[in-house]
């Protein structure tokens, strides 16, 4: 499957970089962002996501708003965020009719969204965000002199139809970026959209969660990219969210394993399946700040110089515990098997697990665009039901400790539960990774538990 650098003889090593909402979220965050690629000409390929608070009112909208004055309403405040990059331009002509017809779009979209919402207009008209962000954002490079080129990633984001969470398609996409953008990057800078992309049919799709990091990745991988650059509001990962821990320390490089673990617990920076290409390819990713590209950030490589005992703390919040409790469960067989094929059938997916002799909790993993808090659907609670004892909890988070080695190193579990004893861990996972050990608290009790062990361990 390894593809690795098979053109690195003829031409230079190419970096992707992908800027998220906050980076071309007005005039000013995008002109920073294009002085950061115009200081490293390796920067070939730019990926970006649609102006902050632009997703939101799409979503909204594609939720259908019957409402004519309140849909209006949101309709103006996207021209407004738009409107306002314009009115800064040096010459707005060349993207003016364009970005007025995406408006126009959104607008129709949204009155057939009113009527009858689906998963598939809601990708339609949600995908507009970063069509129009990527009108902006290209002729503000043009006007600081750099050669840029928009380019629409459908062209060859190929994925499933399986609408409001895609499924990329890694060979096509290798396949027709060779063919329709590679060429482009000898006398370009390309830039396009993160988050979206298209089904066999030309239907317009969208990754999910995380999606635009998840695109950049592809299109790393889909290009031989030497490097892969993640531009936020904050400059790198940390111990855990300097929010939570004002004591947070920067993590200056970290290993592909321990990064994964952290994305999947909830460190807000990266989704964990952004990661998977890059792994694939072992492409080095750097996260840093557009803000504030001076600070450096966090390079996350295959393997690193450091591997300390406690690396990290991460939270995630919006977790659903659900415990399954069966006194016939008691040294009989079948039982698991029959909870994941109910599960399975309901296209439920399980995040974290733990069992005792009668009973088994799981928490349910948080997966499409929607956001909120992750339900059990009524068809899995009653089939469950048949077979169980069913108890759902909400409101309770995920605190996990990352780190490297912690089930094979003597006395590492102490330290964390000596500074628990205040809190009451509902469920503990350990020792099924080398790099974590988990468990769930109150969600009142979540900021607190993150301090108290930050100041433990790392302070």
């Known amino acids: 499957m390894s593809h690795v650098n098979h053109n690195s ?29 115009q200081n490293n000409p390796q920067t070939r390929l730019v990926l970006i996501s649609a102006c902050s608070g632009v997703t939101n009112i799409l979503v909204e909208l594609a939720n259908g708003v019957t409402d004519s004055v309140h849909r209006l309403a949101l309709l103006t405040r996207l021209t407004d965020i738009h409107q306002s990059v314009i009115s800064q331009l040096q010459q707005p002509s060349p993207i003016l009719e364009a970005v007025n017809s995406l408006l126009d779009q959104i607008a129709t979209l949204a009155e057939q969204a009113a009527l009858h919402t689906s998963a598939e207009l809601t990708d339609q008209l949600v995908a507009n965000g970063e069509l129009l962000s ?9 006007e600081q002199g750099i050669n840029a080129v928009r380019f629409d990633i459908r062209d ?28 482009l990057f000898a006398n370009h800078v390309v830039v396009s959209q993160g988050f979206i992309g298209s089904d066999a049919e030309g239907k317009t ?3 999910g969660r995380g999606g635009s990091d998840y695109s950049a990745a ?19 990962m940390y111990t855990t969210d300097p929010r939570i821990a004002p004591k947070a320390k920067p993590i200056k490089e970290i290993s592909f394993s321990e990064a994964y ?11 964990p399946s952004t990661l998977r290409p890059a792994i694939r390819q072992q492409i080095p990713v750097f996260v840093g700040s557009s803000k504030a590209p001076e600070l450096g950030g966090t390079w996350i490589r295959e393997s690193v110089s450091a591997a300390p005992l406690f690396r990290a ?21 079948g039982f698991l098997a029959e909870v994941f094929r109910i599960l399975a059938e309901h296209k439920v997916s399980v995040d974290l697990i733990t069992t005792s002799e009668v009973s088994v909790s799981l928490t349910l993993d948080q997966t499409d665009t929607s956001g909120g808090t992750p339900k ?39 330290k964390v539960f000596n500074t628990l004893e205040d809190f009451n861990p509902r469920m503990i996972c350990y020792g099924a990774s080398p790099h974590n050990l988990c468990f769930l608290v109150k969600e009142h009790d979540a900021k607190p538990v993150v301090k108290e062990l930050h100041r433990k361990i790392f302070e």
């Not at 071309?24 to 920073?32: K, P, T």
């Not at 991460?314 to 469960?329: D, E, G, I, K």
């Open 156 to 183: 060859v984001m190929r994925t499933d139809s399986h609408f409001g969470r895609a499924i990329p398609q890694p060979e096509v996409i290798r396949q027709l970026s060779q063919q329709a953008l590679n060429p």
């Open 313 to 333: 703390l991460a939270l995630r919040c919006n977790q659903t515990m659900v415990t399954l409790t069966s006194l016939n469960m008691f040294h009989a067989y």
């Open 218 to 236: 592809l299109m790393a991988e889909a290009i031989d990219a030497a490097t892969l650059e993640i531009w936020t509001d904050i400059p790198g």
């Open 261 to 271: 673990e952290m994305a999947n617990f909830g460190a807000k920076i990266l989704h």
């Open 134 to 142: 990527t009108h902006l954002f290209t002729q503000i490079m043009i």
């Open 9 to 37: 003889a003829t031409s230079p090593p190419l970096t992707v970089a992908k800027f998220g909402g906050t980076s071309v979220a007005d005039f000013s965050a995008m002109s920073r962002s294009t002085a950061i690629i």
């Open 205 to 207: 799709t969208t990754l």
């Open 376 to 414: 059990l659907p009524q068809g899995a609670l009653e089939d469950l039901t048949k077979l169980c004892r069913v108890e759902v909890e909400q409101d309770l988070c995920l605190v996990a400790l990352i780190g490297n080695q912690m089930s094979n190193t003597k006395g590492s579990v102490s």
